[in-house]
């Protein structure tokens, strides 16, 4: 796993972007994975601000979506992504696929979402955040590490941390779509951010902590090429966070 620390979330974010911009320059019909959440906008941003950069032949596909949500719903992650990455650059309706959380038959869907992203040659990057439980996309801590695109139950506290995100009086919904921590570790590269004192400790034992389902984020560990991108704050509790600012410091000299 690659950990680098940068001063802030805009500084992690522009680093984020370079990392997509190297995928694009060598690889223009790339298909990338792309997370909802506050830790992706700043990135998003930056990318829009590149007007060198061509998105017309990209695929995209989210992680997930809420059971249940029109997409045209304000809190819905359809709604998220029109407005912070498929409008702002010009992402046209053939080019991004996110699980239909309105499906009549939700099983279906999933597994037909899973055949989309087999049909378009895999994803290249997988963008991810982390919720302060350890989970990636919606796998909540326990999810089986070989999942694959599903229904799933979000934990109480998940459900309260996405309760900021709906109109008050709305509860959240309680069912996702998500795709498994299975279907993510098939993306050949990852890159995950995570911003905040409050990311730290669950950001520690992602990389340092026992490969265990009860931090499904542990199973990045598994994976060959995983960059972390962190802010200050977020790195605080590493222990070995002096080998990673050396490694990556010497990165260009082997
Ligand atoms: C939700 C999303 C995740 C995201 C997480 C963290 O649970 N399903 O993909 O990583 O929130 O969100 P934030 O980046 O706002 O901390």
Known sequence: MEVI???????????GADYVEQLLTKKPKAVLGLATGRTPVRLYQELSRRPHLDFRQITT?????YVGLPPEHPSSYHCFMQQNFFR??????HQWNIPD???ADLEQECQEYEERIQASGGIDLQILGIGHDGHIGFNEPTSS??????????????VEAN?????SGQEPPLHVLTM???????ARQILLMAFGESKSEIVAKMIEGPLTAMVPASALQLHPKVTVILDEPAASRLTMLEYYRQV???KNER
């Open 5 to 15: 620390v940068r001063a802030n979330p805009p500084q992690a974010s522009v680093l």
């Open 163 to 167: 309760r900021s995100e709906f109109p």
């Open 180 to 186: 498994g921590v299975g279907t993510i570790l098939e």
């Open 88 to 93: 702002p650059l010009e992402i046209q309706p």
């Open 61 to 65: 596909f989210n992680l997930d979506e």
């Open 101 to 103: 959380g309105q499906a």
């Open 145 to 158: 590490l070989r999942s694959r695109t599903r229904v799933k139950t979000l934990t109480a506290s998940t």
């Open 248 to 250: 990556y410091d010497h």
